[in-house]
């Protein structure tokens, strides 16, 4: 009898141990993928910087977009409100794609200022009524879904910064000299102007 329950303490210990070590395996094996997410991004993906100055409204703005391997939601909302339609205040998502092609072009051009935003979002409204004064704004423009900015950079000759974006081959690049922008978008590629 004495060396039954022995036996079965030396069992009960034995569970536990094993019930720990398995505890301790399974614990372990779930950190590793985020463990080697960790490596791999550390080093692997640089924090991406853009910053802006919107032309109307004055404001300008030097966000994170990504860092620690993912986008900053916060930042992002910031560069939303400032890429806002100017003229009646309302503000839409900027599409992650059409900023990612941004910091590619500053990358590109290897001229880190700020863009001047001539044109970020605009609402269906402000879209109709440009379009009734121009020819050149599109009635299913990529501005009314946070697709398309128009922008110059400071320091780069427009004709320059066109031929970088178009490089890219990202979407849409529009030259326009004589108002002193170029449009880009997260369209098709295609080039004009």
Same mark, same amino acid.
């Not at 398995?22 to 993928?33: D, E, R, S, Y």
């Not at 970088?164 to 449009?183: D, E, R, W």
């Given at each position: 009898?004495?060396?039954?329950?022995?036996? $079965?303490?030396?069992?009960?210990?034995?569970?536990?141990?094993?019930?720990r070590?398995?505890?301790?395996?399974?614990?372990?094996?779930?950190?590793?993928?985020?463990?080697?997410?960790?490596?791999?991004?550390?080093?692997?993906?640089?924090?991406?910087?853009? $910053?802006?100055?919107?032309?109307?409204?004055?404001?300008?703005?030097?966000?994170?977009?990504?860092a620690?391997?993912?986008?900053?939601?916060? *930042?992002?909302?910031?560069?939303?409100?400032?890429?806002?339609?100017?003229?009646?205040?309302?503000?839409?998502?900027?599409?992650? *794609?059409?900023?990612?092609?941004?910091?590619?072009l500053?990358?590109?051009?290897?001229?880190?200022?700020?863009?001047?935003?001539?044109?970020?979002?605009?609402?269906p409204a402000?879209?109709?009524?440009?379009?009734?004064?121009?020819?050149?704004?599109?009635?299913?423009?990529?501005?009314?879904?946070?697709?398309?900015?128009?922008?110059?950079?400071?320091?780069?000759?427009?004709?320059?910064?066109?031929?970088?974006?178009?490089?890219?081959?990202?979407?849409?690049?529009?030259?326009?000299?004589?108002?002193?922008?170029?449009?880009v978008?997260?369209?098709?590629v295609?080039?004009?102007?």
């Amino acid at each position: 009898m004495r060396d039954k329950l022995v036996f $079965q303490a030396g069992v009960q210990h034995s569970r536990r141990r094993f019930l720990r070590s398995a505890t301790g395996l399974l614990l372990t094996a779930g950190t590793l993928p985020t463990l080697a997410r960790a490596r791999t991004s550390i080093g692997a993906e640089k924090d991406r910087i853009l $910053q802006f100055h919107n032309l109307h409204t004055g404001e300008k703005i030097r966000a994170t977009i990504w860092a620690e391997g993912e986008y900053q939601m916060d *930042e992002l909302q910031q560069i939303n409100t400032v890429l806002r339609d100017f003229r009646t205040g309302d503000v839409h998502p900027i599409d992650r *794609e059409l900023l990612e092609m941004l910091c590619s072009l500053q990358e590109k051009v290897q001229i880190a200022g700020p863009f001047n935003v001539i044109s970020g979002y605009r609402s269906p409204a402000t879209n109709e009524k440009l379009r009734t004064k121009s020819s050149g704004v599109a009635k299913k423009s990529f501005h009314m879904q946070g697709r398309a900015i128009d922008i110059n950079l400071p320091g780069c000759d427009l004709s320059s910064l066109c031929d970088a974006a178009v490089s890219l081959q990202k979407g849409g690049v529009g030259y326009y000299p004589k108002s002193n922008f170029i449009h880009v978008d997260t369209g098709r590629v295609r080039r004009w102007g």
